[in-house]
Antibody, heavy 126, light 107 residues
Framework: QLQLQESGPGLVKPSETLSLTCSVSGDSTSNNNHYWGWIRQPPGKGLEWIGNIHYSGSTHYNPSLKSRVTIAEDTSKNQVSLKLSSVTAGDTAVYYC??????????????????WGKGTTVTVSS | AIQMTQSPSSLSASVGDRVTITCRASQYIRIDLGWYQQKPGKAPKLLIYAASTLQSGVPSRFSGSGSGTDFTLTISSLQPEDCATYYCLQDYNEPLTFGGGTKVEIK
């Protein structure tokens, strides 16, 4: 059964870099049909897509965060990582990793974000 | 980025009521839309994908419809366990974008 598990420091100081890891079990991060993404949710607020990566190295980032975000994939460890630099209190959130599954049907191809990790809370504070 | 406008932001209904939530995209997104249910302290759970396909294991009282720019999530008979916040997500263009959420409560 596919499981995603986020891990990393729960507290990060302002101006430092937030680093999180998503460990994938029950699937391979090198599966050609999958992207691996990160989403965050500030306390009491809605969901924000951060970006995603394909094992080929293709990445897409939310333009609102693009200058500060790096997502990487480690096939040997079956992990995906997120780095967010120069953090502020506004980056305090629950961070989720998720699988974006691609499939084709009726001559067209689609994707869906179908499996999420449980999330990890990151607080930015001195 | 494509803007997803979700309404209402909250609603209160009785057990057994039919509940409808809508999402409107700022531009054409084909049928590339999913609906998610999130309970407090939990990760979102996929209910519907490709606008109208029920995810495996999701009760049949949930249904989705729409294409292009206008989409609807319907709960045919609201149950107590359906108390949650519901989000739409467009998966047509990067960056993916979520609706603002609809909090569903039981009267």
């Amino acid at each position: 059964q596919l499981q995603l598990q986020e891990s990393g420091p729960g507290l990060v100081k302002p101006s430092e870099t937030l680093s999180l890891t998503c460990s994938v079990s029950g699937d391979s991060t090198s599966n050609n049909n999958h992207y691996w993404g990160w989403i965050r949710q500030p306390p009491g607020k809605g969901l924000e897509w951060i970006g995603n990566i394909h094992y080929s190295g293709s990445t897409h980032y939310n333009p609102s965060l693009k200058s500060r975000v790096t997502i990487a994939e480690d096939t040997s460890k079956n992990q995906v990582s997120l780095k967010l630099s120069s953090v502020t209190a506004g980056d305090t959130a629950v961070y989720y990793c998720a699988r974006r599954n691609q499939y084709c049907s009726g001559g067209a191809c689609y994707s869906l974000v179908d499996v999420w990790g449980k999330g990890t809370t990151v607080t930015v504070s001195s | 980025a494509i803007q997803m406008t979700q309404s209402p932001s909250s609603l209160s209904a009785s057990v057994g009521d039919r509940v409808t939530i809508t999402c409107r995209a700022s531009q054409y997104i084909r049928i590339d839309l999913g609906w998610y249910q999130q309970k407090p302290g939990k990760a979102p759970k996929l209910l519907i994908y490709a606008a109208s396909t029920l995810q495996s294991g999701v009760p049949s009282r949930f249904s989705g419809s729409g294409s292009g720019t206008d989409f609807t999530l319907t709960i045919s008979s609201l149950q107590p366990e359906d108390c949650a916040t519901y989000y739409c997500l467009q998966d047509y263009n990067e960056p993916l974008t979520f609706g603002g959420g609809t909090k569903v409560e039981i009267k």
